[in-house]
Nanobody, 115 residues
Framework: QVQLVESGGGLVQPGGSLRLSCAASGRDFSTLAMAWYRQAPGKQRDLVARIARGGSTNYADSVKGRFTISRDNAKNTVYLQMNSLKPEDTAVYYC?????????WGQGTQVTVSS
């Protein structure tokens, strides 16, 4: 079992920044690939960014150059730094990992980009 707890969401103006955090427990964090997904109202849940256990990353085209995913294995935490936020980034953001074929999700954190 893996437990994931997100934090850091909120209301921000267009062009602003937020940093999301996801604290993981239950497994050796350093062995886990981690990801952030988001789901806007009425839309499917989409991958935003992923970081492999070795640290390689990949991003959705819509966030490349604006978002950065990182991890701190000593703190069992993955981060999503979001800069130059746009109204279309508004969504619930979920932390995710998949181990032994099982998907684990956090409870989600709301990000609202609005003036």
């Amino acid at each position: 079992q893996v437990q994931l707890v997100e934090s850091g969401g909120g209301l921000v103006q267009p062009g602003g920044s937020l940093r999301l955090s996801c604290a993981a427990s239950g497994r050796d964090f350093s062995t886990l690939a981690m990801a952030w997904y988001r789901q806007a109202p009425g839309k499917q849940r989409d991958l935003v960014a992923r970081i492999a256990r070795g640290g390689s990353t990949n991003y959705a085209d819509s966030v490349k150059g604006r978002f950065t995913i990182s991890r701190d294995n000593a703190k069992n935490t993955v981060y999503l730094q979001m800069n130059s936020l746009k109204p279309e980034d508004t969504a619930v953001y979920y932390c995710n990992t998949n181990t032994w074929g099982t998907n684990y999700w956090g409870q989600g954190t709301q990000v609202t980009v609005s003036s």
